[in-house]
C-alpha cells in the first residue's frame, strides 16, 4: 500500500464520521451543554465572591471539560462496534492505528474543538483577565486532544462490554491527572505574572507522545474487544 | 488473476466456554473453488469464519495464504479478503452511495458504485439511507459491496439469510462468477445452494 492511498483512507475515515455527526446534529449539543453547565453551576453553588470565582475559574473550566470529554468519549466506537463497520475497519490492507487515530482526530474536532470555542465566553463570566484566557485556551488547545487519545485506549477496551460507562470513568480519570496537573500550573502561572514555557512545554511533549503512542495500543485493544 | 491462489488451514482448533468446538481441521481450496461449511447451529461454524478472517486467534493451527502464513502477511492478506458476515457492517446514516464509497475508500476499487447496485438490483437507491432499506436489500447491497471492490477471497456467513430465491439465484451467480474468474468462496449456508457440484467442496463440522 502506497503511503498516499493510506492517506487517503485516513481522510475518508475523518470524512464519514464527520458526515455522521453531520447527520445527528441534535447530538453534538449535547457535551457542549453539559460542558455550560457544570460550569455555570459553581457560582451558584459558591457564591458570587468575584475574586474566588476568578482563582477557581480555570479550574473548574477544566475539570468540567475533563467530564465532557468522558461523556462523549463512550460513542467513539460504540455504534461501529454494533453494525460491524469495525470489522470491515480492521479488515483492510491499512494498519488498524491509523484508522484508529483517524477516528479520534475526528473525534476530537467535534468534541473538544467545541469546548474550546465556548471557553472565552465561559471565561469572561468568570471575570478572567483576556492575557490569562489566552493561556486557557492555549492549555485547552494542548490537553484536549490527548484527552480524546487517552481515553480512545479506554474505550476500545470497555466497548465489548455491555456496561462499560462507570468502568471507562474509572479507568480513564486518573491517567487525565498529569495533564490537569501541567493545564492548571500554567494558567496559575499566567495569572501571577509568571513564564509559563515549561508547562506549555511539557503539555506539548505529552500532546505528542500520546499522537505517536496511543493509537497502538488501541488498535490492539479493538482486535481483543473483537476476537 | 495471474498466480493461482489457495488458502490453506492445519491443525485449526477453536474452544469456545471450555468446549471444543472443533480440533485438528485441516482444508485446503484452491482458487476457482467454493469451500461450503456445513454443520448443526452452535458447531462454530460463525467461530470458523471469523478465524479464517483473522478476527479471531484459532487456539490451535495455522492458516496459510498462498503458501505464506496469515499471522505474518497481514496486510497482504486484508488487501485481498472480504467478509460478509451477520452484521452487514454499514452505516444506518449514510446513503447507499456513500457507504460504498467509504468501503471503495478502504479498498482497491473495482466495478464503479453504479455498476454494482444495477447488478444487484438497487440502482436508483443511491441517495436513499440505508436506515430504510429491508434487511434483504441490506444483503443485496452487502454483495454490491464485494462486487465494487477487488477481492479474491470472499468469506460469507449466511449470505442467503432474508434473500428471496430471485435474489439468492442472483447471488449465486455471482458466487460463480467470482470463482470461475479465479477467485476463493468459502461460506455457510443452511440452504441447499444451487451451486454446481463440481466446484464446490464441503466440510462438515459436528456438535
Avoid at chain 2, 469456545?16 to 481450496?29: M, P
Wanted: charged residues 15%; contains cysteine; proline residues 4%.
Amino acid at each position: 500500500m502506497t503511503s498516499h492511498s493510506l492517506f487517503s483512507a485516513f481522510l475518508s475515515v475523518v470524512r464519514r464520521d464527520l458526515l455522521l455527526a453531520y447527520r445527528h446534529r441534535s447530538e453534538l449539543v449535547n457535551p457542549l451543554a453539559f460542558f455550560v453547565m457544570v460550569v455555570s453551576m459553581f457560582p451558584l453553588a459558591v457564591g458570587a465572591d468575584v475574586e474566588l470565582l476568578r482563582r477557581i475559574a480555570p479550574g473548574v473550566i477544566w475539570v468540567a471539560a475533563l467530564l465532557a470529554s468522558l461523556l462523549s468519549m463512550d460513542a467513539i466506537f460504540r455504534s461501529d462496534f454494533e453494525d460491524g463497520s469495525l470489522e470491515l475497519m480492521v479488515m483492510t490492507p491499512h494498519p488498524l492505528s491509523v484508522l484508529v487515530l483517524a477516528k479520534v482526530v475526528a473525534h476530537w474536532l467535534l468534541s473538544g474543538m467545541p469546548l474550546l470555542l465556548i471557553t472565552p465566553l465561559l471565561a469572561l463570566m468568570f471575570d478572567i483577565d483576556v492575557d490569562v484566557i489566552w493561556v486557557l485556551l492555549l492549555t485547552l488547545l494542548l490537553g484536549t486532544p490527548v484527552l480524546s487519545l487517552i481515553g480512545a485506549i479506554a474505550v476500545a477496551l470497555t466497548v465489548g462490554l455491555r456496561k462499560g460507562g462507570v468502568l471507562l470513568a474509572i479507568l480513564v480519570l486518573p491517567l487525565y491527572v498529569p495533564v490537569l496537573i501541567f493545564a492548571s500550573a500554567a494558567v496559575d502561572s499566567a495569572a501571577s505574572g509568571l513564564p509559563i514555557s515549561g508547562q506549555l512545554y511539557m503539555m506539548s511533549a505529552i500532546l505528542f507522545l500520546a499522537i505517536t503512542l496511543t493509537p497502538w495500543p488501541t488498535a490492539a485493544a479493538l482486535k481483543m474487544s473483537l476476537g | 488473476m495471474n498466480t493461482p491462489l489457495f488458502f490453506e488451514a492445519r491443525q485449526l482448533a477453536c474452544i469456545r466456554d471450555d468446549r471444543v468446538l472443533f480440533s485438528g481441521l485441516d482444508f485446503e481450496v484452491n482458487g476457482g473453488q467454493v469451500l461450503l461449511i456445513e454443520g448443526p447451529n452452535g458447531s462454530g461454524k460463525t467461530s470458523l469464519l471469523r478465524i479464517l478472517t483473522g478476527l479471531r486467534n484459532p487456539d490451535d493451527g495455522e492458516l496459510f495464504w498462498c503458501g505464506s502464513a496469515v499471522s505474518e502477511l497481514e496486510a497482504a492478506f486484508y488487501q485481498d479478503v472480504a467478509y460478509v458476515g451477520h452484521m452487514n457492517g454499514m452505516k444506518d446514516d449514510l446513503s447507499v452511495e456513500e457507504n460504498l464509497k467509504f468501503a471503495q475508500a478502504l479498498a482497491i476499487a473495482a466495478l464503479g458504485i453504479d455498476d454494482s447496485l444495477r447488478k444487484v438490483g438497487l440502482d436508483g437507491y443511491q441517495t436513499t439511507s440505508i436506515r430504510f432499506l429491508s434487511a434483504g436489500q441490506r444483503r443485496r447491497l452487502a454483495l454490491a459491496r464485494l462486487l465494487c471492490t477487488r477481492k479474491h477471497l470472499w468469506i460469507l456467513d449466511e449470505p442467503f439469510t432474508s434473500l428471496d430465491k430471485a435474489s439468492i439465484k442472483m447471488f449465486e451467480n455471482y458466487i460463480e462468477d467470482h470463482v470461475a474468474e479465479g477467485g476463493i468462496v468459502i461460506m455457510t449456508s443452511h440452504h441447499d445452494t444451487g451451486l454446481p457440484s463440481k466446484i464446490v467442496k464441503k466440510i462438515e463440522l459436528q456438535s
